[in-house]
């Protein structure tokens, strides 16, 4: 007992806050899949009738059937929040109603649609805020989401399927799930229940089948939801590792450093450079080298940094701005990269022309031969990207 005493005198006063505060916090499951109609929302109503029957306290905060018979026959015998009401542009909408949640205070709540963008006077942005804002109260949470809505496969998403998904959550909140599940079925029986129209209505289908729902799109996304939950559950068994001091150092000298310009690949860029230090559990930075002070540049360009910070926030990656007049751009990476210790960098594949390469020089050459140790990485640019 007196060991654990000092243990827990040693805890600074942020430490001890931070335990009390995930003490308090809610348990948070979330289901993931590969697309619609895999048949994430059935299960969590099932789910919730079979708490229900346990005797825990269990009610809807916000359900989407999409008029799927099946679904909506499962919310019968449950409590269903009330949406709140605002007032938006002269239209009067509904929105999930958190503040009525935290109130009401179940055991368990149901949230769908985790990526939902809330409509404009919400209190939070997206509905994951919400979300998290349940959780602080103690309440537990269950909730959906679709691959294509974890924002670092965004640009995987687009490539395989041309689609551009806009509504989009940090890749933090799988992290502060206390449980990741994967409904999966096959693309066969998800174009067999699109056929059946227990996915979209009938008019929606054959479209559906030729964009969207093709069978390729449908193994590409079936794979990338496969991979992510088992990269979280490699994560969740290396957390539980150290906690008991049998964890091994996986990428422990690994630091990635990405670089952006002001151009469509940026943030493409950040995307890579985080699924690669994620993997190596490394550090992540990111660097902008400008010509130019921040109050020499044109709003769009400093709009631009701040998307670009604020990625890197949600990344946990440190966003490096450096003016540079007096040197060459290479010359500004390889500094920083020997100044924070980086061990590979990412780049964008150059816009120069062969003739300026020529003139001017290669900026990968450069830094080839100006850094030793250090893994240089070329992302080709994707002349479509936005």
Not at 185 to 192: F, R, S, Y
Not at 252 to 269: P, R, S
Request: glycine content about 6%.
């Amino acid at each position: 007992m007196r060991k654990n005493s000092r243990d827990y005198r040693r805890k600074t006063p942020e430490e001890l806050l931070a335990e009390i505060e995930q003490l308090k916090r809610g348990s948070w499951t979330i289901y993931i899949g590969s697309a619609p109609g895999v048949g994430k929302t059935y299960r969590m109503l099932q789910e919730a009738h079979d708490v229900k029957r346990e005797g825990i306290d269990v009610v809807i905060g916000l359900v989407e059937t999409h008029n799927r018979k099946e679904t909506a026959a499962l919310i019968r015998g449950l409590e269903v929040i009330p949406k709140r009401k605002i007032e938006y542009k002269g239209k009067t909408l509904e929105e999930m109603d958190a503040a009525a949640i935290i109130e009401r205070k179940p055991d368990l709540v149901i949230i769908d649609e985790l990526a939902h963008t809330n409509i404009p006077g919400s209190k939070n942005e997206k509905r994951y805020m919400d979300v998290e804002d349940i959780l602080r109260e103690g309440v537990n949470v269950l909730s959906a989401v679709n691959i294509q809505h974890i924002e670092s496969v965004h640009d995987i998403v687009q490539q395989v399927t041309g689609v551009k998904v806009r509504e989009r959550i940090p890749d933090r909140i799988l992290d502060l799930a206390n449980e990741v599940i994967l409904i999966d079925v096959t693309p066969e029986t998800l174009q067999k229940r699109l056929r059946e129209g227990k996915i979209y209505e009938q008019h929606n289908i054959q479209q559906a089948l030729t964009h969207f729902f093709t069978k390729n799109n449908l193994a590409a996304l079936r794979e990338l939801a496969l991979r992510e939950v088992a990269d979280d559950v490699d994560d969740r068994i290396e957390r539980l590792n150290r906690q008991n001091g049998y964890s091994r150092p996986r990428g422990t000298n690994e630091k990635i450093l990405v670089c952006v310009q002001h151009g469509k690949n940026a943030e493409k860029l950040i995307r890579r450079g985080w699924r690669i230090a994620n993997r190596l559990k490394a550090e992540l930075f990111v660097l902008h080298v400008s010509r130019k002070a921040k109050d020499q540049m044109t709003a769009n360009e400093r709009h631009k940094i701040q998307q670009w910070e604020r990625l890197c926030g949600q990344f946990g990656a440190g966003f490096i701005f450096l003016p540079s007049n007096d040197r060459r751009i290479s010359e500004a990476i390889t500094g920083v990269a020997k100044q924070n210790n980086i061990t590979q960098i990412v780049l964008g594949q150059s816009a120069r022309s062969r003739w300026e390469e020529i003139w001017k020089g290669s900026i990968v050459n450069s830094m080839m031969r100006h850094t030793d140790g250090i893994d240089i990485h070329i992302v080709s640019d994707d002349k479509t990207s936005n």
